[in-house]
């Protein structure tokens, strides 16, 4: 029989959004970047005019904004272990504020921090069928994971 103490810490490991999309949120901020820096240095040969550029500057920023707050990691019983970019960055369970779930139409888990220092932070956990959850989509149900860092969140407030 497994008790807490006896399971590897990696089986007690929830996983958090999925890594599929923000692989994908960020390829696309990397073409995107690369477009617009493409389109800035004039390399192609017919020239843009300053509108078209304008354009693809503010688009490319707006889509940087938007989909920084994409996030992939887990929660364990000290807190979540995230990576947005490639850095690991890590929030006990003492400075998460709120976590709410976006329902199956964003499909998104949303954590906000209170960080003494920094202030607060957002981060996103989208998530998709591909982390083993088409069951819980089709039934329109909360993921495991999502109600277990409800229930932590709740617990430290």
């Not at 938007?66 to 807190?79: L, Q, S, V």
């Not at 202030?119 to 149900?141: E, K, L, N, T």
């Amino acid at each position: 029989m497994a008790t807490a103490s006896n399971v590897p810490l990696v089986a007690q490991r929830r996983p958090l959004g999925s890594l599929f999309i923000l692989t994908f949120w960020r390829a696309g901020q990397f073409i995107g970047a690369l477009f617009t820096i493409v389109l800035l240095c004039d390399i192609f040969p017919p020239r843009a005019d300053v509108l078209t550029k304008a354009v693809c500057v503010v688009t490319a920023t707006l889509l940087s904004i938007t989909f920084h707050w994409c996030a992939y990691g887990y929660a364990d019983e000290k807190g979540i272990t995230f990576r947005r970019y490639f850095r690991q960055h890590f929030v006990p369970w003492d400075q998460v504020r709120e976590a709410h779930w976006g329902g199956w139409d964003f499909a998104r888990l949303v954590i906000v921090t209170a960080h003494p220092v920094e202030g607060s932070r957002r981060i996103d956990f989208h998530y998709s069928d591909r982390v083993g959850m088409w069951r819980a989509f089709r039934r329109q149900r909360t993921p495991e994971a999502v109600c277990w860092v409800q229930n932590r969140v709740n617990a430290h407030k």
